[in-house]
């Protein structure tokens, strides 16, 4: 026998789990059955792709086992299952999803943020037992081995027999005390709805032994006797094995959705938009992408990877598909399953894939109508979708030399002066005054900021609305553009505003005249602090502005020399 300490980073979350206070103990259920199901996926992928490994569909499945005298929960799979190494390896060590999660969330005293947003993996099991044995044999191998561990410090690994590979996890019940309740977990009425709740779309049959009753026949029928009942056990599969993407949209509730989104994406919010597609022709394929309500943790880091998981048939080939999605739109999860790809495919063979980027292309339109859709019908929820995801979209403007440009600009807010929240260029076109040339912007720090600009005074008082920057990004994503609807922009700091009128210039050029000196003495004073010091007639109650010539403006400016040369 081996005996092996946890990882110090494993003995921290395996802590978290043995004492949580988490009221949702029972998504360690979830957590296994997926784990199971991966197993078998990564044995039926096996089956597909190698010739000589082939397998009947009655070969796969996962089986619930609930001892009551015992107080165990037994979860088998018929998955690939694990050798010795493996099991210490995985199983010793923390799993990715929990670790990631687990160093960014160190800090949290209680763990309850961690458990509620992140997948926690097979370390569940310990939030509702008191000792885990994990019985395993792997595919191709006659050897099987046994993990046992009781929480706290470590586990031993001994050999063991199985009949079959595969794994088997067995979990003994922590007592039941005041507050809570572990009993449950043996009933047949919870474990079917914790599958149904969590797991009803896996693929595999997931089966239970479960008590029925019958009638009773006796031989001399007497009419006016009770009925008398009889029970019998029968094999039952609790889930309708029908992934959620592949069912008719009409069958389906919101609630599936989220539920399925929020299990798969780790994800403690329901989305804020569900796209269910699929296309039958050229290309054919299914698709369940999900708009986020906030930005994943990792989002802004160089660590985030964007994709949507890639299947054929059901199967998954890849857990994040690049190709699948354009950077602007790496926000969206989800999920694509066409028929049409092969299993053995590569990242390289895909990149250059037909189907893939018919398929991709289609996607990144639905998307798009989908926002839109959204900034028609929902405004609400599309400012709070744009305030999570503007950025992405305002770089996808002038990335790749603004080749996007035409296709994202719709999708661009910006907050108005006049309408006092964020609006699309198209609505403020409409809005334009008669005699109104361009589309007005001023840039600053914050909204309040630019409200108080003295830039902004005859603008407004023209009656003109004004579009507020406060992001670096805004300014470079509208001169990409350089018009938009045949409207040319203009920065409210620009030296040739044309917005005076006759006499307001001619005022102006007799202030120039008799101000002369003075001006050309502060221009002087400010020495290459400035270009140029001239009488203007635009201010209406500031005394002195700044402004900008040519195309470069000042935030621009700004920007460019805060970056690293
Ligand atoms: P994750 O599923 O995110 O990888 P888990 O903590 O749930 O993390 O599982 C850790 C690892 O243990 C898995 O990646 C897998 O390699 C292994 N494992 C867990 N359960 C099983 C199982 N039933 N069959 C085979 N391998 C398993
Ligand atoms: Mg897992």
Known sequence: MATYEFKSESKRLLDLMIHSIYTHKEIFMRELISNANDALDKLYYLSLTDENVTFQKDDFYIRITADKDARTL???????GMTQEELEENLGTIAKSGSFAFKNEAEQKDGVDIIGQFGVGFYSAFMVADQVTVKSRKFGSEDAFQWYSEGAEGYEITPCTLDHFGTIITLKLKENNDEENYDEFLNEYTIRNLVKKYSDYIKYPIKMLVTKQKLKETENKDKDAEPEYETYQEDETLNSMVPIWRRNKSELTEEDYNNFYKEKFFDFEDPLRVIHTSADGAVSYQA???????????YYTKEFKRGLSLYTNGVMIMDKCEDLLPDYFGFVRGLVDSADLSLNISREILQHDRQLKTIAAHL??????ELLAMQKNEREKYEKFYEAFKRPLKFGMYDNYGAEKDFLVDLIMFYSSTEKKPVTLKEYIERMKEDQTYIYYACGETIEQIDHLPQTEMVKEKGYEILYFVEDVDEFAIKILNKYMEKEFKSVSAADLNLEDETAKAAEAIAQE??????????????DKVVNVKATSRLKSHPVCISSEGEISLEMEKTLNAMPQ
Not at 364 to 369: D, E, L
């Open 74 to 80: 037994t979860i088998e799979d018929r998955g690939i």
């Open 364 to 369: 990144k339109k639905k998307i798009k109508n």
């Open 514 to 527: 008799q101000n002369k000196d003075l001006l050309e003495a502060m221009k002087t004073a400010l020495g």
């Open 288 to 298: 369940l992408m999900f708009i986020p309500a906030r930005p994943p943790f990792d």
